[in-house]
């Protein structure tokens, strides 16, 4: 609905930004509690929210889980709405309800939902009358996932947010470093691994995977974040002492090297124990990676807005898998984090922050791009018009960080492809 | 509040957009948050659709709350018709934007757009996903065609003209949906019936007005069409065929009616091409569906269905029935009281859960969330009823309505359970180290049961939490019981029960247990078992 002109970030090599609001194809935060509620196996997520929520949530996630996910929704009623229930009342009810049924919990979050909000439901003070209760039992914490509030990946970025100020005091002896953002658990041995033969030894992942084992953080925390979108998070821990490390985000080689090198600098790591440490799995990913320059080489790909790992991915994209870049949508920009990955991309890249979905499907049908990365309601019908397609959730959702995996990354955008390719049944007309 | 793990029924502005998604030339603009659009996955991806949902969602956020989210959706009005020129327009609001109270109707009224403009009210925190698409069909059906009721006069039917009908009810996202319309239009083609308007599916605007020029009307799902074809007895003098035509006796019934309000020959219904359910469930291989316990559950229109096709067609023993769908539990009720079981109905998974586990069932017949319930505790499913996933759409020709459906429902029902022979050889030989407890049916192959995720694996299968069937510790010398806190299973006992094929060994713990419960034994032993054996039967 409202276009602004496009913008230069700052000089005319960087990447062009331009704004958009109108319509916006996207999750929002509730469906971060698909990967988190994985990650930290003791916690348990309970939206407090509507049916909307609820179906949004199983929708999203396939409704594919063969046992008990650790995810509820408490859906809010018109007796609650009406006052004939006082929705704290019930609010503690559910919360009893539930930690009966699950013993085995031992962290509990209540998530803010668009209806909760809305109606003003103090979730924060239900977690601190809650946590009153339960804790050491069970901690109970609070945050939002609405659409009104968060976007998709932001849910996690809440969510981690939530637990920084119970995070224990780390006593001064010297630096530690924190990795910041949900990982796969392989990958988390992978980096840990590389840390130690960097000598950097004191390494600690958030969210742990267990909520008895959070980091200990304070004026000796180094961090590092594993994902673009933790603006909220990364703050708090600034807040608490700890200073961010600016880096690419670890997504092929080359971020992966710039990542893991922004901790070797402030580790001291003699630059020759870091080619050492770096140079056979470097040489691995990049030849990972070249199996697919086949595929991608010399072929254009346009980003819908997402996750907000659009920018790194394309820098990936274009500077190690020789795409060239049509246009790369973000629901958000946040140009601190990202100012190592937006120098890297090609100059006058052209970024859209914010999101009009009819006018950016005009675009991309205009542009016929080789490639569109969107999400899942408009693959299909990208697809039927003759556009390949790749399903954006599937980057959020697989293991793409760091050296092991640029493969795999390079993979993912190669395979629509080579299905097509291998593909000889024509479709009819319709 | 409400603590639900899964749900089977949406919003109602879900059911709303499975009406506006099924039909051709509507546009529905949804006064919704940022993060509502997840509904158009469902359609996408679950049924593979290659276009757009027709919807335009506002995806207001936290910044314009309070300012202009009402310009907001006045502008998605106006921009949605020009960009779409649909022939006729919903409006209303989904749950977040419901609090809101910026009245979509009256904002979508003020534009005087050159288009019907209905407005829907569809109160999210009382009413779902069914009550919603049918609500949906009837507004628009009533909006549509009000300017045909003032003094309606039916159309002089041409002399020797076919007998016409409306098939109402099949919306987007409904199960087999697709398959049963062309299946009944066939059926009735060949009785000598022509089909009028199908809708919602694939109508138009302008379809929806040729509905009363039909003799009669076909309220094929009346979760979706009852209200609606009740409108059109009232004002258009329609009849209405309530029949629903699964299973083969429901389709000769079905049929039967049809020739009675057509005015038919009742010869015509011999052009009709039968089932081969009659002869497959009485060839011998059948034998051993004989008695076969089942539990079903789903809406009530599948609910009763099944129940009828299970008894008097498969030969199966219901013991248990139940439904999501409380706009219909009357029905439900009442055919659980002739099946001499209770009904249950509940939208609460767990509840459902429970009572699989309670029953102990040979077969599910089920929705989706009783398919991953069934899973879990190793029973054989099959599913008959919405909500379903993406493998239950499938690419193949597979009704459930008429007798190519009765020939469908045959398969579909029989593949997850062991086969007559196969069952017999694992009775003798249970002592084979192949026929274990993990070996799933020969014929389902190894892999059986690994569904394709839409999204992707998000989610890997945690260890399940509540196997009620699984084997106790070796070292356990007593093991308390799953039905009775009171009754314990004694080593031996519990030892001779294992050598029982795990297919029927939930039903033999539960016999088991009943009769020790009944005998106020409190220890089982291996004569308990047997006692209990001799005194069920099989």
Same mark, same amino acid.
């Given at each position: 609905m409202t276009v602004h002109a496009p913008t230069p970030a700052a000089g005319c090599s960087e990447p062009v930004v331009q704004r958009q609001r109108g319509q916006r194809a996207v999750f929002c935060g509730l469906t971060g509690i698909i990967w988190m509620h994985r990650k930290i196996q003791d916690a348990f997520f309970l939206v407090v929210g509507s049916r909307t929520c609820a179906h949004l949530i199983q929708s999203a996630a396939g409704v594919m889980i063969f046992a008990e996910p650790r995810f509820a929704t408490a859906i809010i009623e018109e007796r609650d709405l009406a006052g004939i229930a006082d929705a704290h009342d019930e609010l503690d009810r559910v919360v009893d309800q539930l930690l009966a049924r699950r013993p085995d919990i031992?962290?509990?979050?209540?998530?803010?939902?668009?209806?909760?909000?809305?109606?003003?439901?103090?979730?924060?003070?239900?977690?601190?009358?809650?946590?009153?209760?339960?804790?050491?039992?069970?901690?109970?914490?609070?945050?939002?996932?609405? *659409?009104?509030?968060?976007?998709?990946?932001?849910?996690?970025?809440?969510?981690?947010?939530?637990?920084?100020? *119970?995070?224990?005091?780390?006593?001064?002896?010297?630096?530690?470093?924190?990795?910041?953002?949900?990982?796969?658990?392989?990958?988390?041995?992978?980096?840990?691994?590389?840390?130690?033969?960097?000598?950097?030894?004191?390494?600690?992942?958030?969210?742990?995977?267990?909520?008895?084992?959070?980091?200990?953080?304070?004026?000796?925390?180094?961090?590092?974040?594993?994902?673009?979108?933790?603006?909220?998070?990364?703050?708090?821990?600034?807040?608490?002492?700890?200073?961010?490390?600016?880096?690419?985000?670890?997504?092929?080689?080359?971020?992966?090297?710039?990542?893991?090198?922004?901790?070797?600098?402030?580790?001291?790591?003699?630059?020759?124990?870091?080619?050492?440490?770096?140079?056979?799995?470097?040489?691995?990913?990049?030849?990972?990676?070249?199996?697919?320059?086949?595929?991608?080489?010399?072929?254009?790909?346009?980003?819908?807005?997402?996750?907000?790992?659009?920018?790194?991915?394309?820098?990936?994209?274009?500077?190690?898998? *020789?795409?060239?870049?049509?246009?790369?949508g973000m629901p958000y920009l946040h140009r601190q984090h990202l100012a190592q990955d937006m120098a890297l991309l090609p100059p006058g890249t052209l970024i859209t922050e914010g999101a009009d979905v009819d006018l950016q499907m005009d675009r991309c049908r205009a542009a016929r791009p080789d490639l569109v990365v969107c999400g899942l309601g408009l693959a299909n019908p990208l697809e039927a018009e003759g556009l390949n397609t790749k399903w954006s959730i599937e980057l959020v959702f697989t293991p793409i960080h760091g050296y092991e995996q640029a493969g795999d990354l390079a993979e993912l955008f190669a395979r629509p492809f080579i299905r097509k390719s291998r593909l000889l049944v024509e479709l009819e007309p319709a | 509040m409400q603590l639900t793990v899964w749900t089977y029924e949406g919003p109602p502005h879900v059911g709303a957009i499975r009406i506006a998604t099924a039909m051709k030339g509507i546009h529905y603009v949804l006064h919704a948050p940022q993060g509502d659009t997840y509904a158009d996955l469902l359609f996408t991806m679950i049924e593979r659709r290659d276009h757009r949902t027709p919807v335009t969602y506002t995806t207001f956020q936290a910044r314009d709350l309070g300012s202009d989210t009402a310009d907001i959706f006045q502008r998605a009005c106006s921009d949605a018709f020009e960009r779409f020129k649909p022939d006729a327009m919903l409006v209303g609001a989904s749950c977040t934007a419901e609090l809101l109270q910026d009245n979509p109707a009256g904002l979508a009224m003020a534009l005087n757009l050159p288009i019907p403009v209905v407005p829907l009210e569809l109160p999210s925190y009382q009413k779902k996903e069914n009550w919603g698409a049918s609500e949906t069909f009837y507004r628009l059906t009533r909006a549509l065609l009000t300017p045909r009721a003032q003094g309606f006069v039916k159309p002089e039917k041409a002399i020797g003209s076919r007998p016409s009908c409306n098939l109402l009810g099949p919306t987007?996202? @409904?199960?087999?949906?697709?398959?049963?319309?062309?299946?009944?239009?066939? %059926?009735?083609?060949?009785? =000598?019936?022509?089909?009028?308007?199908?809708?919602?599916?694939?109508?138009?605007?302008?379809?929806?007005?040729?509905?009363?020029?039909?003799?009669?009307?076909?309220?094929?799902?009346?979760?979706?069409?009852?209200?609606?074809?009740?409108?059109?007895?009232?004002?258009?003098?329609?009849?209405?065929?309530?029949?629903?035509?699964? @299973?083969?006796?429901?389709?000769?019934?079905?049929?039967?009616?049809?020739?009675? %309000?057509?005015?038919?020959?009742?010869?015509?219904?011999?052009?009709?091409?039968?089932?081969?359910?009659?002869?497959?469930?009485?060839?011998?291989?059948?034998?051993?569906?004989?008695?076969?316990?089942?539990?079903?559950? =789903?809406?009530?229109?599948?609910?009763?269905?099944?129940?009828?096709?299970?008894?008097?067609?498969?030969?199966?023993?219901?013991?248990?029935?139940?439904?999501?769908?409380?706009?219909?539990?009357?029905?439900?009720?009442?055919?659980?009281?002739?099946?001499?079981?209770?009904?249950?109905?509940?939208?609460?998974?767990?509840?459902?859960?429970?009572?699989?586990?309670?029953?102990?069932?040979?077969?599910?017949?089920?929705?989706?969330?009783?398919?991953?319930?069934?899973?879990?505790?190793?029973?054989?499913?099959?599913?008959?009823?919405?909500?379903?996933?993406?493998?239950?759409?499938?690419?193949?020709?597979?009704?459930?309505?008429?007798?190519? @459906?009765?020939?469908?429902?045959?398969?579909?029902?029989?593949?997850?359970?062991?086969?007559? %022979?196969?069952?017999?050889?694992?009775?003798?030989?249970r002592g084979d180290f192949e026929f274990s407890d993990a070996a799933t049916p020969s014929h389902l192959g190894a892999g059986h049961g690994s569904h394709a995720h839409t999204t992707t694996a998000v989610a890997e299968a945690e260890p399940a939490t509540a196997d009620i069937?699984?084997?106790?510790?070796?070292?356990?010398?007593?093991?308390p019981s799953v039905t009775d806190a009171s009754i314990i299973w004694g080593a031996d006992a519990e030892t001779e029960l294992k050598k029982i094929p795990f297919f029927v060994r939930g039903k033999a713990r539960r016999n088991t247990e009943r009769f020790a419960a009944m005998q106020g034994v409190g220890l089982i032993t291996v004569e308990t078992l047997y006692d209990a054996k001799a005194h069920f039967g099989r």
């Open positions: 031992r962290l509990l979050f209540l998530v803010g939902s668009c209806p909760s909000e809305v109606i003003k439901l103090d979730l924060g003070r239900a977690a601190m009358r809650l946590d009153k209760r339960f804790n050491p039992a069970c901690r109970v914490l609070s945050y939002s996932g609405s *659409g009104i509030e968060t976007t998709f990946t932001q849910g996690e970025d809440a969510a981690l947010a939530a637990m920084v100020p *119970g995070l224990p005091a780390a006593a001064q002896s010297g630096p530690s470093l924190l990795v910041v953002g949900a990982l796969a658990d392989v990958v988390e041995d992978q980096f840990r691994r590389l840390f130690t033969e960097l000598g950097i030894s004191r390494v600690d992942f958030f969210p742990p995977r267990r909520s008895t084992q959070m980091p200990a953080i304070g004026p000796d925390t180094v961090f590092l974040l594993a994902q673009p979108f933790l603006a909220e998070t990364a703050r708090l821990l600034e807040t608490r002492g700890a200073t961010r490390l600016a880096a690419p985000f670890p997504l092929g080689e080359q971020g992966t090297t710039g990542w893991l090198q922004a901790a070797a600098s402030a580790f001291n790591v003699a630059p020759s124990l870091f080619d050492a440490a770096t140079a056979a799995p470097r040489e691995r990913a990049s030849r990972a990676v070249a199996r697919y320059a086949p595929q991608l080489g010399g072929k254009s790909i346009f980003f819908f807005p997402d996750s907000q790992l659009e920018a790194p991915l394309a820098r990936f994209l274009a500077n190690e898998a *020789g795409m060239t870049i049509t246009e790369v | 987007a996202l @409904g199960f087999r949906h697709r398959d049963d319309i062309t299946e009944i239009t066939r %059926l009735l083609n060949a009785l =000598g019936v022509d089909v009028n308007v199908v809708a919602p599916l694939d109508a138009t605007a302008a379809d929806i007005v040729r509905i009363p020029d039909a003799d009669f009307n076909i309220s094929l799902y009346p979760e979706i069409s009852d209200v609606t074809v009740r409108w059109l007895e009232r004002t258009f003098r329609q009849p209405t065929i309530r029949a629903v035509p699964i @299973g083969v006796g429901a389709t000769k019934d079905f049929i039967t009616e049809v020739v009675k %309000l057509a005015g038919l020959d009742p010869a015509v219904a011999q052009r009709v091409i039968p089932s081969r359910l009659p002869w497959y469930s009485r060839s011998v291989d059948s034998t051993y569906l004989t008695g076969k316990r089942v539990f079903i559950f =789903g809406d009530a229109t599948h609910v009763i269905a099944a129940a009828r096709i299970a008894t008097d067609e498969m030969g199966f023993t219901v013991v248990g029935i139940g439904t999501y769908t409380r706009e219909f539990a009357r029905e439900v009720r009442e055919l659980a009281t002739k099946l001499g079981v209770e009904a249950l109905i509940s939208d609460d998974y767990l509840e459902v859960e429970a009572r699989i586990a309670e029953l102990q069932p040979e077969l599910v017949l089920g929705t989706q969330m009783e398919r991953h319930i069934a899973k879990r505790l190793r029973i054989g499913c099959a599913v008959i009823s919405a909500p379903v996933h993406v493998q239950d759409f499938p690419a193949r020709y597979s009704p459930q309505m008429g007798f190519e @459906g009765a020939n469908v429902i045959f398969d579909s029902w029989i593949h997850p359970l062991m086969m007559g %022979l196969e069952e017999h050889l694992i009775g003798m030989f069937q699984a084997a106790p510790a070796e070292h356990a010398s007593v093991i």
